[in-house]
């Protein structure tokens, strides 16, 4: 018979297969006497069965040791942060040096928990739920907004859409995989862009990039940009632009969504209907099954607005139709919130033909006669039905707006400088060369000035970033510095009471978080809270396009 000890304080002999016994004792905090006896509140128990031993044992393998785990998590971000840079000699993490991050690697079978990352994510398991194609968004912390109910009640019209077979409908325009996404009644609620259906995603399903990238791989992407993050880019002008209150970026959010219409892989398409066909025959063995339907694409996710037309159209209109002097004032100011929003995450991709215009001009009001006054009665009353019916006679304003879509290809980590500038178009436009209106620095100014504000804007962005499982810091950091540069040149600009083309005309400049060392090797460093300036000196080859 073999004695073993069964509590709430497992105690056991651990061993090693290299190093031999590693300790001999409680392995939940219980400890014996120094007299070796064990404490009163541990009894001893006598298995007469191989069986019995077994089970004890594969319970022991179970336990896994939780600072293990940690002390991995940390050891592997601290090799992230020791690419070298030294700013104070010149050197700048802005210099042509590989964007590759060291990457550590543990091949201990405890390093498998929630805090690794990699673009394979575990199945999420629903608990308690009905089965449907979005099994694994059943937890609450997908597609969930607390703070935005109306966002999320616009996901949930979406998902239910979907499961009533009324699927997004693929936009046919662009290089990339984006999709009207409609509601039970097939209205058109928001445009979706799966991560993985960008120009240069895996799985775009437009074949120009495809070919762009076979025939001509030296100039395939655009150098100052990380690839595919496109949506994550999207999502963030929509976070600048609510803490700018600027208000002409369309709500935008990183989204989970499941379609028969979106690029799926064949293998992903035929493993979906074979689980159906099992289920709908043995819905015992369905139930074990993960997921029934096709997997979630993660994306950006942006509100659709009605009644808009691309710029051109209406910057055309406005040539041979000159508008009022207040319908002007009004679209002026919208048109430099525009600027500053394209200014600030330094987008590369502002055309004419990716911002909209809406213009409504009001019907014309019916002409009816006056009724002559009598002088009789009152007066005051007489007076005031004067002034209503002026009043009345008066035109309607017609009504102006803008909005600002197809932010994916911002927040670079350096300013272009290879072959294209990638400018700004509206730069050309009569508007560039106002200069920017008081409205305009009361809304701006203070808080651009403020480093705080600057610092809680980055903050902001870095917890929306770090949830792309191919983050980077130093990469986000680069990425940092660039709109850093941008905020402190677009602060000047409105001190000095420059035009958006002026201000486009300014130098570029870095401001990158210095690096403090820690310790005595190069490989333990930290980003400190001092910053440094710097300006760019190369320029790319063609500075017209």
């Not at 020791?82 to 690697?105: F, K, M, Q, R």
């Not at 994306?299 to 055309?316: E, I, N, P, T």
């Not at 409205?439 to 929306?464: G, P, R, S």
Request: hydrophobic share 30%; proline share 7%; charged share 25%.
């Amino acid at each position: 018979d073999i004695e073993r000890v069964p509590s709430p304080a497992i105690t056991s002999t651990v061993t090693d297969d290299n190093n031999g016994v590693i300790a001999n004792g409680s392995v939940a905090g219980s400890s014996t006497s120094q007299n070796g006896h064990l404490p009163s509140h541990i009894t001893k128990q006598t298995y007469s069965s191989m069986d019995e031993i077994n089970m004890n044992v594969e319970s022991l393998d179970s336990i896994q040791p939780y600072q293990g785990s940690e002390d991995i998590a940390q050891d592997g971000r601290a090799r992230m942060n020791s690419i070298n840079s030294n700013n104070s000699t010149g050197d700048s993490i802005h210099s042509d040096e590989a964007l590759i991050p060291e990457v550590g690697i543990s091949t201990t079978r405890f390093a498998r928990n929630k805090r690794n990352r990699g673009e394979h994510t575990p199945l999420i398991k629903g608990r308690g739920r009905d089965r449907s194609e979005y099994e694994d968004l059943d937890e609450e912390t997908f597609n969930n907004w607390p703070n935005d109910p109306a966002f999320t009640e616009v996901i949930r019209q979406a998902e239910s859409a979907i499961d009533a077979g009324v699927n997004p409908v693929r936009i046919y325009q662009g290089s990339s995989g984006s999709y009207f996404v409609k509601n039970t009644e097939g209205k058109t609620i928001g445009v979706f862009k799966p991560k993985d259906e960008e120009p240069y995603g895996r799985l775009n399903p437009k074949w120009t990039k495809w070919l762009h990238r076979m025939c001509c791989p030296c100039c395939f992407g655009r150098s100052c940009l990380i690839p595919n993050q496109g949506y994550m880019s999207e999502a963030g002008a929509s976070l600048v632009d609510r803490k700018l209150g600027l208000n002409v970026v369309p709500n935008t959010k990183v989204v989970k969504l499941a379609s028969e219409t979106f690029n799926y892989l064949r293998i992903d398409v035929e493993k979906s209907k074979a689980k159906k066909i099992v289920n709908e025959h043995f819905p015992k063995v369905g139930r074990r099954f993960h997921r029934l339907g096709l997997p979630p694409k993660m994306g950006s996710f942006q509100m659709f607005v009605s009644d808009y037309k691309d710029a051109d159209f209406h910057l055309r209109r406005f040539e041979s139709e000159p508008l009022d002097s207040v319908t002007q004032e009004k679209f002026q100011l919208l048109f430099e919130r525009l600027v500053v929003l394209d200014y600030i995450i330094r987008n590369t991709d502002r055309g004419n033909d990716n911002w909209l215009i809406k213009y409504k001009k009001p019907p014309p009001c019916p002409s009816t006669p006056s009724p002559v006054p009598s002088g009789k009665g009152d007066p005051a009353g007489a007076e005031q039905a004067s002034l209503n019916e002026t009043a009345k006679s008066l035109p309607e304003l017609p009504e102006i707006d803008v909005a600002a879509i197809d932010n994916g290809l911002a927040f670079p980590i350096k300013h272009p400088d290879s072959w294209r500038a990638y400018p700004y178009h509206w730069a050309w436009l009569p508007c560039a060369k106002i200069p920017f209106s008081q409205q305009t620095k009361d809304l701006l100014l203070n808080k651009l000035a403020d480093m705080n504000f600057v610092q809680d804007l980055c903050d902001d962005l870095y917890e929306l970033f770090k949830t792309d499982k191919g983050f980077d810091r130093h990469m986000f950091e680069k990425q940092m510095s660039v709109m850093r540069g941008q905020i402190l040149n677009l602060s000047q600009a409105l001190k000095d009471s420059k035009s958006p083309l002026q201000l486009v005309q300014m130098p570029n400049v870095f401001v990158e978080r210095s690096r403090g060392h820690v310790g005595t090797s190069e490989k333990f460093r930290n980003f400190s809270n001092s910053f440094t300036q710097r300006f760019q000196k190369k320029a790319p080859f063609f500075s017209w396009c």
